[in-house]
């Protein structure tokens, strides 16, 4: 079993950056592929990013592609999304997700607004 857990939201102004945090505890993550994915009201969950742990091999949707970056550091067990320009749009709940074949392990979010 493996625990995520997520921290680093809160209230940010357009164009501003926050970095959130997934802490993993339970066991090493090295053979897993992580993601990042969030929800904003109303709408369904999207995928942001992922990073192979083994090698950090990462991917980003569309909409982040250039603002965003995912990251991982081995020696905490932990994944970061920094995310950088932020747009009113990016206002959502922040979902990290992890797993060796399927994501099969969730946090519990954290809440990103960011006004205008």
């Known amino acids: 079993q493996v625990q995520l857990v997520e921290s680093g939201g809160g209230l940010v102004q357009a164009g501003g950056s926050l970095r959130l945090s997934c802490a993993a505890s339970?066991?090493?993550?090295?053979?897993?592929?992580m993601a990042w994915f969030r929800q904003a009201p109303g709408k369904e969950r999207e995928f942001v990013a992922a990073?192979?742990?083994?090698?950090?091999?990462?991917s980003y949707a569309d909409p982040v592609k250039g603002r965003f970056s995912i990251s991982r550091d081995n020696a905490k067990n932990t994944m970061y999304l920094q995310m950088n320009s932020l747009k009113p749009e990016d206002t959502a709940i922040y979902y990290c997700?992890?797993?060796?074949?399927?994501?099969?392990?969730w946090g519990q979010g954290t809440q990103v607004t960011v006004s205008s």
């Open positions: 997700a992890g797993g060796l074949t399927r994501l099969d392990y």
């Open positions: 339970g066991r090493t993550l090295s053979p897993y592929r």
């Open positions: 990073i192979r742990w083994s090698d950090g091999t990462t």
